[in-house]
């Protein structure tokens, strides 16, 4: 099974700033990798789809790079509404459709 | 509007049994393969199980192998998850999801119900 590694586990931020999220995989998983939001009681909702896709919807501010192993969530300009926990999952292959930890990402 | 609604979660003793509910609207229902993947609190989100097109094809977590079994009724636009021989640690929200994309185009998890609470507990 592919393994998903997330960095940081969480990260203290203010409004207006910008934050990196690293996933990295314990295997190639080419570009078919996807970033979820989830925040307490609510759905997961995807963000980015084959690791740079904005989906259609989502803030122009959530941008996804990477391929091979190491990708990256930049969120710019945050928002309050960004406070959630974010989660990598990779579609390479599967079963098991593997996510990494999540990182929680709270307001400073 | 593209909706999943899952039903049928509670308080169970361990080694009982449960059976979820995903009722699906706003799309063609046959056209998709059906995920259930779960959230608790000190493990994140963990994938546990998939069902293809027309049932023939039914996948799940290692750890669930042989205890949750994944089903679906194309006529009512419903996909189930048998749950036996529960244990404390299936203890989790459980939430179904479309899966969109596969082949040349990246899969992924879009849109997701809103989870059905399953507490294991005596």
């Known amino acids: 099974d592919i393994q998903m590694t997330q960095s940081p586990s969480s990260l203290s931020a203010s409004v207006g700033d910008t934050v990196t999220i690293s996933c990295r995989a314990s295997q190639y998983v080419s570009r078919n990798l996807n970033w979820y939001q989830h925040k307490p009681g609510k759905a997961p909702k995807l963000l980015i789809y084959a690791a740079s896709t904005l989906k259609s919807g989502a803030p122009s501010r959530f941008r996804g790079s990477g391929s091979g192993t190491d990708f990256t969530l930049t969120i710019s300009n945050l928002q309050p509404e960004d406070f959630a926990t974010y989660y990598c999952q990779q579609s390479y292959s599967t079963p098991p459709d593997t996510f990494g930890q999540g990182t929680r990402l709270e307001i400073k | 509007e593209v909706q999943l609604v899952e039903s049928g979660g509670g308080l169970v003793q361990p080694g009982g049994s449960l059976i979820l509910s995903c009722a699906a609207s706003?799309?063609?229902?046959?056209?998709?393969?059906i995920h259930w993947v779960r959230h608790s609190p000190g493990k994140g989100l963990e994938w546990v199980s998939r069902i293809n097109l027309d049932g023939t094809d039914r996948r799940c977590a290692d750890s669930v192998k042989g205890r949750l079994t994944i089903s679906r009724d194309n006529a009512e636009n419903t996909v189930y998850l048998q749950m036996n021989s529960l244990r404390v640690e299936d203890t989790a929200v459980y939430y179904c999801?479309?899966?969109?994309?596969?082949?040349?185009?990246?899969?992924?998890?879009?849109?997701w119900g809103q989870g059905t609470l399953v507490t294991v507990s005596s």
């Open positions: 706003g799309f063609i229902f046959s056209d998709y393969w």
């Open positions: 999801t479309r899966a969109v994309g596969g082949g040349d185009v990246p899969g992924r998890f879009d849109p």
